[in-house]
């Protein structure tokens, strides 16, 4: 055999021997990976993390770390995730605040909402629910508004940060009653909760999931959910939309990771979240959560993400939403 044949049979085992040799490497993923929150535990962000960081351990056999960034209206969990190495091992369990919001919020955001971010897949969505202490003389959301009316600004609220959905979804309340009122942002969804009992605001709209457990203890009364039609899991409560036509308002929590992952990881990902939720156990825990299952694709949630931001942009513009 010819010289030259010889060292293009050599050349082609050696492309062969390489391409083996990646066939038969480490796989994704081989090492732990983080879910980075930016709220603090015990709210519906560190809920659905938990949740599924559980699902993808058992099915993976790795470890999934939950890691609470809370501040800033959960920026500064969001800002570490766009910038961490593009690999898989370190996402973002993002909601409404950070992804929808922060764009309009913060006029020098670090990241890119939209862009900076390789958006996995939608993983819940669900309502708020308005509520008061159970000693609150705020029978409902007509009486709130009465009170709102008859004292401009008296009224204060609190909410999960500057920002987010308890934020912002209640100034949208506020345009469309023509009222005013004070926020007071708190670092995560219980500690608002924690702030009202104590007497330092009027009412707070976390997610149902955040104020199941003040319910069930008859601590709180709920006034009113966030979504179009009552919320099944509160059955009594009317929406907001009862007094106030057209409302309607939803928090969603997805799954993101910085925008140079390769696609492959962010379609394993997707693949693997969405069988996670679609589990039956995992849809009862969900369902008893008030949380509703999306699992939408990659194209779908990019879609969603640049829809929110457009929307919300304007109702933050309208009712003057600036980070101090």
């Known amino acids: 055999m010819k010289r030259s044949g010889l060292i293009a049979i050599a050349l082609c085992a050696?492309?062969?021997?390489?391409?083996?040799?990646?066939?038969?490497?480490?796989?994704?993923?081989?090492?732990?990976?983080?879910?980075?929150?930016?709220?603090?535990?015990?709210?519906?962000?560190?809920?659905?993390?938990?949740?599924?960081?559980?699902?993808?351990?058992?099915?993976?056999g790795q470890?999934?770390?939950?890691?609470?960034?809370?501040?800033?209206?959960?920026?500064?969990?969001?800002?570490?995730?766009?910038?961490?190495?593009?690999?898989?091992?370190?996402?973002?369990?993002?909601?409404?605040?950070?992804?929808?919001?922060?764009?309009?919020?913060?006029?020098?955001?670090?990241?890119?909402?939209?862009?900076?971010?390789?958006?996995?897949?939608?993983?819940?969505?669900?309502?708020?629910?308005?509520?008061?202490?159970?000693?609150?003389?705020?029978?409902?959301?007509?009486?709130?508004?009465?009170?709102?009316?008859?004292?401009?600004?008296?009224?204060?609220?609190?909410?999960?940060?500057?920002?987010?959905?308890?934020?912002?979804f209640i100034e949208l309340m506020n345009l469309s009653a023509g009222i005013t009122s004070v926020h007071v942002p708190y670092r995560g969804g219980p500690p608002a909760l924690t702030g009202m009992l104590g007497g330092e605001v009027d009412y707070v709209l976390p997610a149902i999931s955040t104020a199941?457990?003040?319910?069930?203890?008859?601590?709180?009364?709920?006034?009113?959910?966030?979504?179009?039609?009552?919320?099944p899991r509160l059955p009594s409560v009317p929406p907001i939309s009862s007094v106030l036509p057209g409302y309607e308002a939803l928090e969603f929590h997805g799954l993101h990771a910085p925008a140079k992952t390769p696609r492959h990881i962010v379609l394993q990902l997707q693949q693997e979240v969405a069988k996670v939720l679609r589990r039956p156990e995992v849809k009862e825990r969900l369902d008893g959560l008030a949380m509703d299952v999306a699992a939408n694709t990659p194209e779908e949630f990019t879609r969603f993400v640049k829809k929110q931001i457009d929307t919300w942009q304007k109702v933050g513009r309208a009712a003057n939403i600036r980070a101090d």
């Open 63 to 168: 470890n999934i770390v939950v890691d609470n960034r809370p501040g800033a209206g959960a920026t500064i969990a969001a800002d570490l995730v766009a910038k961490s190495q593009p690999d898989g091992y370190t996402l973002f369990v993002g909601g409404f605040g950070p992804i929808a919001m922060a764009g309009s919020l913060y006029p020098k955001l670090p990241y890119d909402p939209a862009n900076d971010f390789a958006h996995i897949t939608m993983m819940v969505t669900f309502p708020n629910v308005i509520v008061v202490p159970l000693s609150s003389p705020l029978g409902g959301l007509d009486a709130l508004i009465e009170q709102a009316k008859a004292r401009p600004g008296m009224l204060k609220y609190g909410s999960s940060g500057m920002g987010g959905s308890g934020h912002v």
């Open 212 to 231: 199941q457990g003040l319910l069930s203890a008859n601590r709180i009364r709920a006034l009113a959910v966030t979504s179009a039609n009552a919320s």
């Open 14 to 60: 050696n492309v062969f021997a390489a391409s083996a040799g990646a066939t038969d490497g480490p796989t994704y993923p081989n090492r732990p990976i983080r879910l980075i929150g930016g709220t603090a535990p015990g709210g519906s962000t560190d809920t659905i993390a938990r949740i599924v960081a559980q699902e993808l351990a058992k099915s993976w």
